[in-house]
């Protein structure tokens, strides 16, 4: 079956646009992620969907960062009024039932380049 | 809090030496560890993980990672490297009830 499927792989866009980034997670994976890559940096968490439980929202770095998710399948992470230190790869994974990552390894998309100018 | 320390940004081996890439951590309670690795132009694959039992995980690739929980850390090891493992190597940790908290990444550069 299909993996982690994110969209778009690159975005620019000028500073102050909002952008909204894609995942598509594998499919009867209940557990979603996103995490940011900084050029040199390691892996940021921003936010953890599991079921139909209340989103773990601890790493979204300002309230310009939301992300929605539909039931268990697509998420959406939405930047608004997007600044300069947002240029990064943001990566989404998804984990079968039972997942903070403990027990079940996360698949990674191949992640979005935002570059914002 | 949960933390990750890979104290390497960057490791250079021979090919067909023995590979060391380091990892500490820090978590409250007993740690879930994993090592994941990321390819040119390729997302993050899982490569193995510890949760309990034998200290010495096997994983993909003929590498293995030995957990020593007094000095905390998780290092990840290859008998003989080679050229193909050239990658950036990240090392994770989870209480179990928390997200997966990553290091910085370890960049391998094997030398033919």
């Known amino acids: 079956g299909a993996g982690v499927s994110q969209s778009p792989s690159n975005k620019v866009t000028e500073k102050g646009k909002d952008v909204e980034l894609r995942c598509d997670p594998i499919?009867?994976?209940?557990?979603l992620y996103w995490y940011r890559q900084r050029l040199g940096q390691g892996l940021e968490f921003l936010i953890y969907?599991?079921?139909?439980?209340?989103?773990?929202k601890s790493g979204l770095p300002s309230d310009r960062f939301s992300a929605e998710r539909t039931g268990e399948s697509v998420s959406t992470l939405t930047i608004q009024r997007t600044q300069q230190e947002d240029s990064a790869v943001y990566l989404c994974?998804?984990?079968?039932?039972?997942?903070?990552?403990?027990?079940?390894?996360?698949?990674f998309g191949n992640g979005t380049r935002l570059t914002v100018t | 809090a949960q933390s990750v320390a890979q104290p390497e940004d960057q490791v250079n081996v021979a090919e067909g030496n023995p590979l060391t890439v380091k990892c500490t951590y820090s978590?409250?309670?007993?740690?879930?560890l994993f090592w994941y690795v990321q390819y040119p132009n390729r997302g993050l694959q899982f490569l193995l993980k510890?949760?309990?039992?034998?200290?010495l995980v096997k994983g993909s690739y003929g590498f293995e990672a030995e957990f020593n929980k007094s000095q905390t850390s998780f290092h990840l090891k290859k008998p003989s490297a080679l050229v193909s493992d050239s990658a950036l190597y990240f090392c994770?940790?989870?209480?179990?009830?928390?997200?997966?908290?990553f290091g910085k990444g370890t960049r391998l550069s094997v030398i033919a």
């Open positions: 994974a998804s984990s079968p039932r039972g997942g903070t990552g403990a027990n079940s390894p996360l698949h």
């Open positions: 499919s009867g994976h209940t557990a």
């Open positions: 969907f599991q079921g139909n439980s209340a989103p773990d």
């Open positions: 978590v409250s309670g007993n740690p879930y």
């Open positions: 510890y949760i309990t039992g034998d200290n």
């Open positions: 994770a940790v989870t209480s179990g009830n928390t997200p997966l908290v």
